[in-house]
């Protein structure tokens, strides 16, 4: 199962975008990256999740490198709201053994 | 309607007793897991169920023993309970294991906070 690496903080300020990496530099070919979001008191809620290159929601842009070594989880203006912890995992769906350690996740802190 | 729902949200106990986490999921989904978040957020499975069966088991002490009635239900029983286990345990599920245009969202409930004193 690919590692990844992601920084353990971020900090920003409401209106900005806030971009935050994850490396996984073992990805396996058949691996996709998705993104978790949670916050305090709560369970991980499914962000965004994407195989090559660029997919966007109405929440998140994820922008993956041809290499796919790496991913970067992109948030437009952020909102105090989203003050949380974000994973990355990587994993094979179509296996059953894509859903493993997340990983510690980078807590994302928004000032007003 | 809570979509996965654990119960229960607190609990607090002393070492060496035995103690269980229930989780019901309404979502119709096949697949249902445990995990353990510690005190630095890592989030780990530890087990998955398929359609009741077992199809994950990740090195977790066999004190620690989970049951699926049916496919809407995935209890965690952890016996002679010891410090290390106080964690946030969470229930999660989704729609199945296996591959096609599923993406695999986990749904997650909000998690059963167990310390052992």
């Known amino acids: 199962l690919a590692k990844t690496t992601q920084p353990i903080s971020m900090d920003s300020y409401e209106g900005q975008e806030v971009n935050i990496t994850c490396s996984h530099n073992?990805?396996?070919?058949?691996?996709?990256i998705t993104w978790y979001q949670q916050f305090p008191s709560q369970g991980p809620r499914f962000i965004i999740q994407?195989?090559?290159t660029k997919v966007t929601n109405e929440v998140a842009s994820l922008f993956i490198p041809a290499d796919r070594k790496s991913s970067t989880l992109s948030l437009p203006r952020v909102s105090l709201s989203d003050t949380a912890v974000y994973y990355c995992?990587?994993?094979?769906?179509?296996?059953?053994?894509?859903?493993?350690?997340f990983g510690s996740g980078t807590r994302l802190q928004v000032q007003p | 309607d809570t979509a996965v729902s654990q119960t229960p949200k607190y609990l607090v106990t002393q070492m060496g007793n035995d103690k269980s986490i229930k989780c019901e999921q309404n979502?119709?989904?096949?697949?249902m897991y445990w995990y353990k978040q510690d005190s630095k957020k890592f989030l780990k499975i530890m087990f998955s169920?398929?359609?009741?069966?077992?199809?994950i088991n990740e090195t977790v002490p066999n004190r620690f023993s989970p049951k699926s009635p049916d496919k809407a239900h995935l209890n965690l029983h952890i016996n002679s309970l010891e410090l290390g286990d106080s964690a946030v345990y969470f229930c999660?599920?989704?729609?199945?294991?296996?591959?096609?245009?599923?993406?695999?969202?986990?749904?997650f409930g909000e998690g059963s906070r167990l310390t052992v004193l």
């Open positions: 999660a599920s989704s729609q199945d294991p296996w591959g096609g245009r599923n993406t695999g969202e986990l749904f």
């Open positions: 073992n990805i396996a070919t058949n691996d996709y």
């Open positions: 994407g195989y090559k």
């Open positions: 995992l990587v994993g094979d769906l179509n296996t059953g053994r894509r859903a493993l350690t």
């Open positions: 979502l119709g989904h096949d697949t």
């Open positions: 169920y398929n359609n009741k069966e077992l199809i």
